[in-house]
């Protein structure tokens, strides 16, 4: 009989210090929440699980002490309710969402994003060397919706008022003009997504053509000197609007390679993975689009100052870098806070 005592005591001895700081972890979050528990606790958290399971597992194999079978057992379902059982608030999904999964999504698509940027860019300068050397390509590259009454023959005071006047005057508010925008703008970003599933090329041939309306729009205000304006005019809802339109385009990149490039994976299966990763990353443009229409349908209606106007670009440019890119430590960690805190 005192070999079976010996070998629980060793067995206590060896482990016991990890079932002691698994069970004070367990009476404090059971005490005050698991928000009481700073970052280094909650990254414990299932590593003293896992191991609190691999003892009682060994535990009943070699017929230990039962009381030790039934401490171990009791610990580890009351760290299962933590490590699994925690249930979030739609508040603090919709939150861990946007500040953790969602900037860590499009980070891991950069590669895509800074290939439709780059299409983009392309198109805005292939829009507007064409029309600085032939004006009338603007009539090619600009629908007669999209121009509103602009054109290489529009003179500098026609030009001028649309840049320095609300232009939501033909609308009942400033509120139905952002309505307006926010509609457009979507549809351009839905439609770079959705014409992935045919192989990505569409996709291309879209940013590209939406590049060339913006270029060819640039040319006409830069041949009366009237660059400066535009551009105020363009960037403040421009830098985010898109922004959004690249993400968009970036995730129908991503699945048109899906279907062309599957791997080795079947390719329903690379179009179900990829497709769920593209989904989240168009979801998550929707508020970029409606920030890009509240900009433009209010910001840049009642605020006329160039110099502002291109400050608050700057200043998007940058808050869109820091959220979307992994600066700190600090902004690393809160994955594991959104996925543990369990306020109420």
Not at 112 to 124: C, Q, R
Not at 184 to 204: D, E, K, M, Q, Y
Request: hydrophobic letters at 50%; proline letters at 3%; one cysteine or more.
């Amino acid at each position: 009989m005192g070999a079976p005592i010996l070998r629980s005591y060793r067995f206590r001895r060896e482990r016991q210090s990890s079932w002691l700081e698994l069970e004070t972890l367990m009476n404090r979050a059971e005490a005050d929440g698991l928000q009481s528990l700073d970052s280094d606790q909650l990254s414990r958290l299932p590593v003293l699980y896992r191991a609190a399971l691999s003892s009682l597992s060994v535990a009943r194999a070699i017929s230990l002490d039962k009381n030790v079978v039934s401490y171990l057992t009791s610990l580890a379902i009351r760290a299962y309710a933590f490590v699994y059982g925690t249930r979030h608030s739609l508040r603090s999904s919709i939150g861990g969402f946007f500040l953790d999964q969602y900037p860590s999504l499009v980070w891991s698509m950069r590669l895509w994003v800074a290939a439709a940027m780059i299409t983009l860019g392309l198109g805005v300068a292939g829009g507007f060397a064409l029309t600085e050397r032939n004006p009338d390509a603007f009539y090619s590259l600009v629908s007669e919706e999209m121009a509103g009454g602009r054109s290489p023959l529009s003179t500098d005071e026609e030009l001028l008022e649309v840049l320095e006047s609300p232009d939501d005057q033909r609308l009942d508010s400033l509120g139905a003009f952002a309505s307006f925008l926010f509609t457009h703008n979507a549809r351009i970003g839905l439609s770079c997504f959705t014409i992935g599933i045919a192989g990505g090329i569409p996709v291309v041939a879209l940013v590209f053509a939406n590049g060339l309306t913006l270029g060819a729009f640039a040319a006409i205000h830069a041949t009366r000197d009237l660059g400066f304006e535009f551009w105020a005019w363009v960037l403040p809802h421009g830098v985010t609007e898109l922004l959004a339109v690249c993400l968009c385009a970036a995730a129908g990149m991503k699945l048109g390679a899906a279907l062309l490039f599957p791997g080795r994976r079947r390719r329903l299966d690379a179009l179900v993975i990829e497709g769920r990763r593209a989904a989240n990353v168009v979801l998550g443009t929707i508020p970029l689009f409606l920030l890009a229409a509240l900009i433009e349908g209010f910001f840049r209606q009642l605020m006329l100052d160039e110099t502002i106007r291109y400050l608050v670009a700057a200043a998007t440019a940058l808050g869109w870098l820091i959220y979307f890119t992994p600066v700190s430590r600090k902004w690393r960690a809160s994955r594991l806070r959104d996925e543990w805190d369990d306020r109420p």
